[in-house]
């Protein structure tokens, strides 16, 4: 393995958190990924990949239809087709329990983003909801096998269109997926009539795919009771829990394994159908079954990023000092799941104010659940604020970044609560610093046919942690090993706890074992909403407490390092952080909630960044490249420079999309998705990503152990504005409608 | 996807005979966009007839300065061959602003003539389509109509045409060979493709038995050329508008023109109409627009596609503009 020692490009780079800094050596350094090479070679493999005796493969029929009834399903034709094993259907299909109520006391409640019973039920709820899995010998048999399938429908009527139903609208309810949905502090309303600028904007984003580079794909294998499935689900353990649950068997009786991941962002953080229809099909055909879906596949069952209304109001004095934020939020959930998002959260945390407004409504529609992506909320929330933010310094003739500076806040706007951490001014320092904003001149300046201009924006996420459990073990043999079921995405937690480990028993980091993507190992938080590195540095530190006291207890071995003594002991010293089950379990649940809330009363969290960027807009026709970028970030202490600064490229290069590309298209009459696959959905492409700066404080959050907060989700936030900004500054046209297609860039599309 | 059988003739005239026998025969280029619809079950095949490695990849250049093309090379290898980067920069950069480097690797001239529309009704087999299934009805022109056509449509369709190539061809006054067991004949490449009228099922002239042998290249017109591609990212995306472009101006003004337009027809467009105003009077943007509007002044619009009118407008101006600016170095050059 190579390794990098480089340090995080940073200011003042304080080490992590009090004591034992001199032994630190591994933590900070852009260590090389552990599972690069393999995934570069191609020797990883994939779920998809994995050799399985007696595999059968499974394919869905969808149902064209937003609302229907199945009448009846031929699958005569089907079956007969040589190589078709069985067609399941809600005639033969076994029975499964429903799916859990979401519950903080039950985190794994959230993997159920679809209340439909699929394959148990004659009702259609959402177009492209599977009503079939053809199981055969091999996938082409099965996919063609899928279109000899006649299914009669009875058609319902059904609301699909999301503009046309705004009125039905309801108010957003607090989840535990998103806290932060309304509120209010003093009379937003009439501070920003009495305000002498005002600002106004009406904006809307479109719904966004994951678009994660491996499809979802599940391979579900039935001994007796015993289900082994393999899926590259995001959270093992919410995945387990939840086919234990809906399978009725013994939670034990599940073993979900996700050793190898192409991405996720959120779209594998819940059970869907694919994956449950493949158990299911398991266990009708009392065979092996694989079910890899196609791009069509995932984005017809897989819930997408809602789109949303905004409406963003500022009232301010002349000198730029806000008096009133109102931010007001549309979006779009299922009647048969999904939920609010928090889109208004970022306007409770970023700028004082003395009136605020928040508020979330929800509209339910017969369509897909919509579901968490990368910074749920907070990736167009900021599109909103940012932009307003933008509006507003333009209005009182004051830097952006000025104008940021004058209503920078240390405790949240709307509850007056500390941040446990929050060093924007700095952040913005640095970036403009590395940019060259003071330098950039005039926005609109010609470049042969493009105009140039530039754009900056705030970036913030909240940080959470979870409970995560592990085993750590220093054996005889020199070596040391830690558990846990945590799942690597791609974005590199197992090189990232090894270096942890590394430097908590003072080891060398060759000797750090970490295994993972297993639910035979103890219990670990999904990979979302920024926690899972966070979550499982906690844990580690913990279990290195108890495995260096143990070895002091083990005698006069104990002397000299951790290795040595345990090799001196002559026997494995293991020690375990968390309970998996049982009533001491219940009780870790019951302190982390305890904690949680104790903690979130106190201070707020949040990893932070400052974006800024360069754009060329071409005069004719109106087609905008991203020349240059820099990006500042504040994620607490930093373990690894490399897969940390790769985890804020790729939220930028995201939020690229967000802001020029992404857009999720549905046939308002009809629920059905447009085009539901990458040739319609246009992910950015290489020539669409320029040069990213990414430049870190490295400053730990007093509050987080090892001063962690999380860096998967903060990169994308922000990025939508920044760019309109940039555009506004090149052209003196602000956008608020994304993506910023060329027709919208110049004016030309209709109205949203 | 649906059973077929796959055969590999030694010969054109084994595939002639393959395909004339077979019904349900077709013939297979690179396969990047008929093995995407045989997949999709759009498009079916009893039999596939591979005619990607018959001797049909030269680039041979004939007696009058032009260039015959086979059927078979590869639209990478035609763009980067030397002769066409000099003589016909438009064919060059039309074909590498389509797709992307492993597509155009597979990708042949003949399977590029023949892709079939990219408008999302015609894959969605849930959806009512003429081109698909003729008298079926038409799902997109109330639908998601963005990337529709304007120019060409009629009641029954109005899907555009996705070749970038093609659209170099029209422009290039290209002819196309084709060849069956009752002989060989050519046709223009303006000609190739038909408008859809109440048939859209019925793409081009060619017959089903008739395979595309050669594109055949007329010496290069007077003048600079180059292709302008607009589209929602900078790169692997069709063209919301493009427009291919061949200026020749002389003392002044302009002595010819070609221009082609892509992503706003049915068929790759020739703006006849365009030139005509063009040619004898000084060039301007003024003059461009002009000449612009009155090739689209049969645009059938809905509110979403409707920009197209003036991102075609724009583009071509803009297009003429640097063909007809000497000091600007970068058009009629391959990057
Ligand atoms: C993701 C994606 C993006 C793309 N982007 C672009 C783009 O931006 N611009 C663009 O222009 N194109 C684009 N394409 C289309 C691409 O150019 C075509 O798929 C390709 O040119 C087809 O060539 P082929 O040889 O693979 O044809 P095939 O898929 O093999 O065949 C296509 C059709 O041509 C017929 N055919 C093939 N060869 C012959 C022959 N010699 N004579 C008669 N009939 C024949 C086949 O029967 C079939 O009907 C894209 C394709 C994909 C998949």
């Known amino acids: ?752 | 996807m649906r059973p077929f059988d796959y055969a590999r003739p030694a010969d054109v005239d084994e595939a002639l005979s393959l395909v004339g026998d077979t019904p349900g025969a077709r013939f297979l280029g690179g396969g990047t966009n008929l093995v995407d619809l045989l997949r999709r079950g759009v498009e079916t095949a009893d039999l596939l007839v591979d005619v990607s490695r018959l001797p049909l990849d030269e680039i041979e250049e004939a007696a009058d300065g032009g260039l015959r093309v086979g059927a078979g090379v590869r639209n990478s290898d035609l763009a980067h061959h030397p002769l066409v980067r000099r003589r016909y920069p438009v064919l060059s950069r039309a074909l590498l602003s389509g797709a992307s480097g492993q597509l155009r690797a597979m990708a042949t001239v003949g399977g590029n003539l023949h892709q079939r529309t990219r408008c999302p009704y015609f894959t969605d087999l849930d959806a009512p389509c003429n081109k698909r299934d003729r008298g079926a009805g038409c799902a997109a022109r109330h639908g998601a109509s963005r990337g529709l056509a304007v120019l060409g449509t009629s009641e029954r369709c109005a899907a555009t045409h996705p070749s970038d190539l093609a659209v170099a061809l029209v422009a290039l006054d290209a002819r196309i060979e084709l060849a069956s067991r009752d002989g060989v004949r050519e046709v223009s490449a303006d000609g190739f493709h038909v408008l859809p009228g109440e048939t859209p099922d019925i793409e081009t002239v060619a017959r089903r038995d008739e395979l595309v042998t050669a594109v055949v290249l007329p010496s290069p017109p007077p003048g600079r050329g180059d292709y302008r591609k607009v589209r929602d990212r900078a790169s692997y995306a069709f063209a919301l508008v493009s427009v291919a472009a061949v200026l020749d101006v002389v003392d002044g003004d302009v002595a010819s023109v070609r221009l082609g337009l892509g992503g706003v027809g049915t068929v790759p467009w020739r703006a006849h109409r365009a030139e005509a105003h063009l040619t004898g009077s000084p060039l301007s943007d003024e003059r461009v627009a002009e000449a612009v509007a009155l090739e689209l002044a049969d645009a059938r619009t809905t509110p979403d596609n409707a920009f197209k009118v003036e991102l075609a407008r724009r583009t071509a101006v803009a297009t003429l503009r640097r063909l007809a600016t000497p000091s600007d170095s970068t058009a009629g050059a391959i990057a």
């Open chain 1, 1 to 752: 393995m190579t390794t990098t020692p480089t340090r995080p490009r940073a200011t003042p780079s304080t080490p992590p958190t009090a004591g034992r800094t001199d032994e630190r050596q591994w933590v900070g350094r852009g260590v090389d990924r552990r599972d690069g090479p393999a995934k570069v070679h191609g020797d990883a493999l994939y779920t998809a990949d994995r050799p399985f005796p007696g595999l059968t493969h499974g394919w869905m029929v969808h149902a064209p239809h937003a609302r229907a009834r199945i009448v009846a399903i031929d699958t005569a034709a089907a079956r007969a087709h040589p190589g078709v094993v069985d067609v399941v259907t809600h005639d033969n299909a076994p029975r499964m329990a429903p799916p859990p109520s979401a519950s903080l006391l039950d985190l794994s409640s959230l993997a159920s983003r679809s209340r439909v019973e699929y394959l148990n039920t004659d009702q259609v709820h959402y177009d492209g909801q599977p009503v079939a899995v053809v199981v055969a010998e091999s996938l082409e048999t099965a996919r063609y096998a899928a279109s000899l399938v006649r299914v009669d429908y009875e058609v319902l009527p059904a609301t699909t269109d999301f503009r046309a139903a705004r009125d039905t609208a309801t108010r957003a309810k607090q989840t535990p997926a998103a806290p932060t949905v309304s509120g209010t502090k003093g009379d937003a309303v009439a501070s920003l009539d009495a305000s002498p600028v005002v600002v106004e904007l009406g904006l809307t984003t479109p719904a966004h795919h994951h678009s994660a580079m491996e499809p979802h794909v599940t391979t579900a294998h039935w001994d007796g009771d015993r289900l082994t499935v393999w899926d590259p689900t995001q959270g093992i353990d919410w995945c387990r829990k939840h086919l234990a649950r809906r399978f009725g068997v013994d939670v034990r009786q599940v073993r979900v394994l996700a050793p190898v991941i192409g991405g996720g962002f959120g779209g594998k953080g819940s059970v869907w159908a694919g994956t449950l229809l493949t158990v299911l099909a398991a266990r009708h055909v009392e065979r092996p079954v694989r079910m890899a879906l196609s791009r069509e596949a995932v984005t017809r069952t897989v819930g997408a990023r809602t789109p949303t209304m905004q409406r963003v109001a500022l009232g301010a004095d002349r000198d730029g000092r806000l008096r009133s934020v109102v931010h007001e939020a549309v979006v779009r959930s299922s009647t048969v799941g999904g939920g609010s998002e928090q889109v208004v959260a970022v306007s409770t945390a970023l700028y004082a104010t003395p009136a605020l407004r928040v508020g979330t409504e929800v509209v339910e529609l017969d369509m897909l659940p919509n579901t968490f992506m990368r910074a749920p909320g907070d990736a167009t929330g900021s599109f909103g604020l940012e932009s307003a933010m933008d509006q507003l310094a333009h209005d009182v003739s004051l830097d952006p970044v000025e104008l940021r500076l004058r209503n920078d806040t240390d405790r949240t706007p709307l509850h007056g609560r500390r941040f446990s951490h929050r060093r924007v001014p700095d952040l913005m320092e640095l970036g403009s610093r590395e940019f060259g904003w003071a330098e950039r001149g005039p926005g609109g300046r010609r470049d042969g046919d493009r105009l140039v201009g530039h754009g900056m924006a705030l970036a913030y996420h909240p940080a959470l942690t979870f409970e995560a459990h592990v085993v750590l073990r220093a054996t005889a043999a020199g070596r040391v090993v830690l558990r846990t079921s945590a799942q690597d995405m791609g974005m590199g937690i197992a090189t990232v706890l090894a270096q942890v480990v590394a430097d908590e028993l003072a080891v060398p980091l060759d000797r750090v074992g970490v295994e993972y993507g297993d639910s035979d190992q103890p219990i670990a938080p999904p990979a979302g909403g920024s926690t899972q590195t966070a979550s499982l540095t906690a844990a580690t530190v913990r279990a290195a407490e108890r495995l260096r006291s143990r070895v002091q207890r083990l005698g006069p071995s104990a002397a000299g390092s951790v290795l040595d003594a345990v090799r001196a002991h002559g026997q494995d010293v293991e020690v375990v952080v968390g309970h998996d089950e049982g009533l001491r379990a219940r009780a870790g649940t019951l302190r982390w909630i305890a904690e949680t809330l104790w903690g979130q009363r106190r201070w707020q969290r949040a990893a932070w960044g400052a974006h800024f960027c360069e754009v060329a807009v071409d005069a004719d026709t109106g087609e905008v490249r991203v020349t240059r970028w820099v990006g500042a970030f504040d994620i607490g202490a930093v373990l690894n420079a490399k897969t940390a600064a790769s985890q804020l490229r790729g939220g930028i290069v995201m939020g690229l999309g967000l802001a020029l590309t992404e857009e999720s298209v549905t046939d308002a009459r009809t629920g059905r998705l447009v085009g539901p696959d990458l040739t319609h959905y246009h992910v950015p492409s290489h020539a669409d990503v320029p040069e990213i700066g990414i430049h870190l404080l490295g400053d730990p959050d007093p509050t987080a152990p090892r001063g962690v907060v999380g860096a998967g989700e903060v990169g994308i936030t922000g990025v939508g504005a920044a760019v309109a900004n940039a555009v506004f500054d090149a052209t003196g046209r602000r956008l608020t409608h994304l993506p910023l297609t060329p027709d919208r860039v110049l004016g030309l599309a209709p109205e949203a």
